[in-house]
């Protein structure tokens, strides 16, 4: 995994990390076994996943938070036919960036120490 500079924005969206791309950066900047930078990105992973699957937010400094938000039943409508469907209500995942990560990818500096 390479680090992202500003020049790079353009080609940003070709460009996919994988869990093996975390796996070689911890690998390159930790020094373990391959394997064993694996099994700790599958346990960060893991880790994160399991909370959000429980309700909880998590919040990585410097980075966003994940949060849950429950969106109630409502109508919706199936474009082709025009039919309204009722849509079930469900839980989704969000993402909210810091402000931290919102300065870096847009290529300032960070705005102060506080972060989301």
Same mark, same amino acid.
């Given at each position: 995994?390479?680090s992202l500079?500003?020049?790079? *924005?353009?080609?940003?969206?070709q460009?996919t990390?994988?869990? *093996?791309?975390l796996?070689?950066?911890?690998f390159?900047?930790?020094?373990l076994?391959?394997s ?5 990105v599958e +346990?960060?992973?893991?880790e994160?996943?399991?909370a959000?699957a429980n309700g909880e937010?998590?919040r990585?400094?410097s ?8 969106k109630?039943q ?9 039919v309204?469907?009722p849509?079930?209500?469900?839980r989704v995942?969000?993402?909210?960036a810091s402000n931290?990560?919102k300065a870096?990818?847009?290529?300032g500096?960070?705005?102060? +120490?506080?972060?989301?």
């Amino acid at each position: 995994m390479q680090s992202l500079r500003q020049n790079d *924005a353009p080609n940003i969206s070709q460009r996919t990390v994988t869990r *093996a791309d975390l796996a070689d950066a911890v690998f390159r900047k930790v020094g373990l076994s391959r394997s064993e930078c694996a099994d700790m990105v599958e +346990a960060v992973l893991a880790e994160i996943s399991a909370a959000i699957a429980n309700g909880e937010s998590v919040r990585l400094s410097s980075f966003g938070s994940f949060l849950v938000r429950s969106k109630g039943q409502r109508l919706g409508r199936n474009p082709k036919t025009g039919v309204e469907v009722p849509i079930d209500p469900r839980r989704v995942i969000v993402f909210k960036a810091s402000n931290v990560m919102k300065a870096h990818v847009n290529g300032g500096p960070p705005d102060g +120490a506080a972060d989301d």
